[in-house]
T-cell receptor
Framework: EAGVAQSPRYKIIEKRQSVAFWCNPI?????LYWYQQILGQGPKLLIQ????????DSQLPKDRFSAERLKGVDSTLKIQPAKLEDSAVYLC??????????????FGAGTRLSVL | GDSVTQMEGPVTLSEEAFLTINCTYT??????LFWYVQYPGEGLQLLLK?????DKGSNKGFEATYRKETTSFHLEKGSVQVSDSAVYFC??????????????FGSGTQLTVLP
């Protein structure tokens, strides 16, 4: 089966600009996650969707970050305006009823964001 | 809240050496435990998992045993290869209800295997 697709792979912007990332989860996976991975650290959950509803966005900086998952499939994560500390890899993951263990998450390759 | 503490890296070994990467956790209830691996330029891949105490996860020669008494899930491999060079992440999934539970990750351990 096709994996989790993310685009773009790399993005360089200046601070105060806006940026958007796109994720297409594995077909049939109901749950979608966005993580932020700062260099040298483990991924940190930003937001979790179940179908097109938000399950947890407690760690999403809502003053600048937003995410949506229209129709319960693709998702976009937006940052506006970006700050220097937003430089990180943004990972998308999905999980669903097709897995033998429901809480196995499958990750995309990520989008590496550099804010100058 | 839940947390995972991983052995600090980087770790450099010669090919065929024995590998241990330590991982301890703090969580309420009975979490599931995972090791993920991240090869250069790629996303995280599940390496192995264990869902209850005393379970042993294994894959590609790697093993880890869920030790509830010591709250540990150390990763081991008897003979590493150059191709094992990657970053390894220990993670847990809490015991809260819901069909898809969130992962809490450790900080990762960079492994380099020299020929």
């Amino acid at each position: 089966e096709a994996g989790v697709a993310q685009s773009p792979r790399y993005k360089i912007i200046e601070k105060r600009q806006s940026v958007a990332f796109w994720c297409n989860p594995i077909s049939g996976h109901a749950t979608l996650y966005w993580y932020q991975q700062i260099l040298g650290q483990g991924p940190k959950l930003l937001i979790q969707f179940q179908n097109n509803g938000v399950v947890d966005d407690s760690q999403l900086p809502k003053d600048r970050f937003s995410a949506e998952r229209l129709k319960g499939v693709d998702s976009t994560l937006k940052i506006q305006p970006a700050k220097l500390e937003d430089s990180a890899v943004y990972l998308c993951a999905s999980s669903g009823a097709g897995t033998r263990v429901k809480n196995i998450q499958y990750f995309g390759a990520g989008t590496r964001l550099s804010v100058l | 809240g839940d947390s995972v503490t991983q052995m600090e890296g980087p770790v450099t070994l010669s090919e065929e050496a024995f590998l241990t990467i330590n991982c301890t956790y703090t969580a309420t209830g009975y979490p599931s435990l995972f090791w993920y691996v991240q090869y250069p330029g790629e996303g995280l891949q599940l390496l192995l998992k264990a869902t209850k105490a005393d379970d042993k996860g294994s894959n590609k020669g790697f093993e880890a045993t869920y030790r509830k008494e010591t709250t540990s899930f150390h990763l081991e491999k008897g003979s590493v290869q150059v191709s094992d060079s990657a970053v390894y992440f220990c993670a847990l999934s809490g015991s809260s209800s819901g069909s898809a539970r969130q992962l809490t990750f450790g900080s990762g351990t960079q492994l380099t295997v020299l020929p």
